[in-house]
């Protein structure tokens, strides 16, 4: 009989700390809990993801160490992504190796910046400033440094084409 590992007998404990605790708990506090664990399992999964994907891009990086990517051709470390949670209460930006939650509020009020009427340039100039003004974190993942940056018209062509604002 193999020995069980500290991490295992560390589930087993809170596992039953657990279980101890859900008769004391209203239907809310449940229904909180199953969230929490969705999210969890969601981020797990996430996680999980990015690190088999970083593992591709090296091996990918090692294979075509020297070369330059064909001109016009993306890289394809610069490509957005916008995927929903499962309970629909936030949303993840993927952009190269990084990402950025948003709650689905912030999510809202994107659409209707990228939505409203405007050039191009109008557009992403409103863009930047709400980030500038509500969360400025992401520029630490986006390496966005003028309100002209063409990453801007990408972000805002992807939202237009992933969300669509109801009258």
């Known amino acids: ?50 690190e088999s994907a970083l593992a591709e891009a090296a091996s990918a990086q090692t294979k075509t160490r020297g070369r330059k990517p064909a001109a016009g051709k993306s890289s394809g470390a610069d490509k957005f992504r916008i995927e929903g949670t499962e309970s629909g209460s936030s949303y993840y930006l993927y952009y190269g190796n990084g990402d950025l939650m948003f709650s689905k509020n912030e999510m809202v009020r994107l659409v209707k910046i990228v939505s409203a009427e405007g050039t191009d340039l109008d557009i992403r100039e409103r863009l930047y400033n709400w980030f500038e003004r509500e969360r400025v974190d992401v520029f630490a993942v986006l390496p966005i440094k003028t309100k002209s940056d063409p990453r801007l018209k990408t972000l805002a062509e992807l939202i237009k084409k992933t969300f669509k604002l109801r009258k």
């Open 1 to 50: 009989m193999a020995k069980k590992s500290s991490g295992d007998s560390r589930r087993e404990i809170l596992a039953k700390e657990l279980k101890g605790l859900i008769p004391k708990l209203d239907s809310e506090g449940l229904e909180f809990l199953v969230e929490q664990a969705k999210i969890h399992l969601y981020n797990m999964q996430v996680t999980e993801l990015n």
